[in-house]
């Protein structure tokens, strides 16, 4: 399985800012210092499969709009392809290409038989209405409905997707097959094969992950102040979570703006605000910031958990933070995250800190297979089992090699992919 050596970004450009940068830099730093043989490191770095679609469908007026959707297979070896599906005006290919190289490593970091998928169309949702909003998901859904299925790739709600959403996905995509197809797609409405406690999982697991940090040095989870960028379905219902066990929460924000409390925020009552306003900003209990602002503020864990690349090497030495626990997929550019590093900040990379999200996908999947369904605790037990065992596998590697917890995360989780190519073979 030997090819030419790989010239990797960080010999040709230093800075890696755009995700699909950082997720190559972050992969090919991983493949030098573990050795990975070129021929598997070539075949990683390429996604095994992109597909670009136009997606056109009526507007209430009777007109016709045309958006673009992706879907991308990043590396089935270990399994069907998993990944979530995204809304967003920003979407593009290479970003779609980032966040599914990182589902397949997030997969085999929590041991669980997926490889990584993306997906996303180069929508503002909130521009349509909800019926412009369901016409636009089944188009796009029977665009890339060649590509889906519960054997070769399930997706599940991303940034601006929900429930609601899936289970458009799952009806067309079961009105196609001529019997409902539970297992296409997970993140649906238990009404019609979700999971207890998907809803929440990404969030729970993000709260497991700090509380794993603050054990690991020796920090009680009541003396901590927490920031959270991104109140949206993970960031916000983090907020609630980690406010519940005890730490003070003591700014949030939105695409719109942020809130500062010393004395901490009570999620509750900024849910009631944002279920009114739409947005956290503008709730009167808190002083108000910047979302710039948020990243800088003085507090003891950083939980990014909106979109990629806000912390680069022009901000990274202005995080106070002493923990920064990545709930958003690639918040810390390639070189933000050396600096980080480089001053003593312990960051759980995303590819641990939030995989709950697709360890209860995981979950969800095998329920609708069996057509089998567990009550909410043992969804929740079995999920703490599995990321604090992988906590301490990254933690333990990063101890003993002298490395950051990412590239032990990377270590780890590619080298098991690596491990199922070199165990297949190269066909034919
Ligand atoms: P969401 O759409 O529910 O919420 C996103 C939040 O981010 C909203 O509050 C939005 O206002 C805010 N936001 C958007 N742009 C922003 C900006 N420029 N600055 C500050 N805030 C901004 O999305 P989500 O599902 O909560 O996903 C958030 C992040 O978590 C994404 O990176 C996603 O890939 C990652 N993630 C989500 C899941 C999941 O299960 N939903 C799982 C793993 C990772």
Redesign the pocket.
Same mark, same amino acid.
């Given at each position: 399985m030997e090819t030419e050596p790989v010239v990797t970004p960080a010999q040709t450009d230093p800075s890696h800012d755009t995700a699909w940068e950082t997720a190559l830099a972050q992969l090919d730093e991983v493949a030098e210092l573990m050795g990975l043989a070129p021929g598997v490191h070539a075949i990683l770095r390429s996604p095994k499969r992109s597909l670009s679609v136009s997606v056109p469908f009526r507007m209430d007026d009777g007109s016709t709009r045309v958006y673009q959707g992706y879907r991308v297979h990043h590396n089935v070896t270990r399994g069907p392809a998993k990944g /979530?599906i995204?809304y967003h005006p920003e979407v593009g290919l290479d970003e779609v290409k980032a966040?599914a190289m990182w589902m397949t490593w997030k997969c085999a970091i929590a041991g669980i038989p997926f490889g990584g998928a993306k997906g996303g169309v180069a929508v503002d949702p909130k521009e349509l209405t909800r019926s412009e909003l369901e016409r636009m998901t089944r188009r796009y859904a029977s665009e890339i409905l060649p590509f889906i299925g519960p054997e070769k790739d399930i997706p %599940?709600? $991303?940034? #601006?997707t929900n429930e609601e959403i899936m289970s458009w996905i799952m009806d067309t995509y079961s009105m196609n097959s001529g019997f409902s197809v539970p297992g296409v797609v997970t993140g649906k409405p238990v009404s019609i094969g979700g999971s207890k406690g998907r809803a929440g999982a990404?969030s729970r697991g993000v709260m497991y992950m700090i509380f794993s940090t603050l054990k690991a040095l020796g920090v009680g989870i009541d003396e901590v102040s927490v920031a959270i960028? /991104?109140?949206?379905?993970? /960031?916000g219902y983090a907020a609630q979570l980690l406010h519940d066990a005890g730490c003070r929460v003591v700014a949030v924000? $939105? @695409?719109e703006g942020g809130l500062y409390r010393d004395r901490g925020l009570d999620p509750e009552a900024i849910n009631r605000h944002s279920r009114e306003a739409g947005t956290v900003a503008g709730y009167g209990g808190a002083e108000p910031i910047t #979302?710039a602002d948020l990243l800088e503020i003085d507090c003891d864990v950083l939980v990014p %958990? @909106?979109?990629e690349g806000v912390v680069t090497v022009k901000n990274a030495d202005k995080v106070k933070a002493r923990v920064v626990c990545e @709930? %958003? #997929?690639g918040p810390i550019t390639f070189e933000g995250d050396k600096i980080l590093h480089d001053r003593g900040v312990f960051v759980v990379p995303d590819i641990l800190a #939030?995989s709950g /999200?697709v360890t209860v996908s995981y979950f969800e999947w095998v329920q609708d297979i069996q057509a089998y369904f567990w009550d909410e605790e043992e969804v929740n037990d079995r999920l703490r089992l599995i990321m604090e065992r992988a906590f301490d596998e990254v933690y333990d590697l990063a101890m003993a090699k002298g490395l950051s917890m990412r590239q032990a995360a990377h270590w780890i989780g590619v080298g098991r992919v690596a491990e199922a190519h070199l165990t297949r073979g190269l066909f034919p």
């Open positions: /979530g995204r966040l %599940a709600p $991303d940034m #601006n990404t960028q /991104g109140y949206g379905k993970v /960031g924000s $939105d @695409a #979302n %958990a @909106a979109i @709930a %958003a #997929n #939030n /999200g």
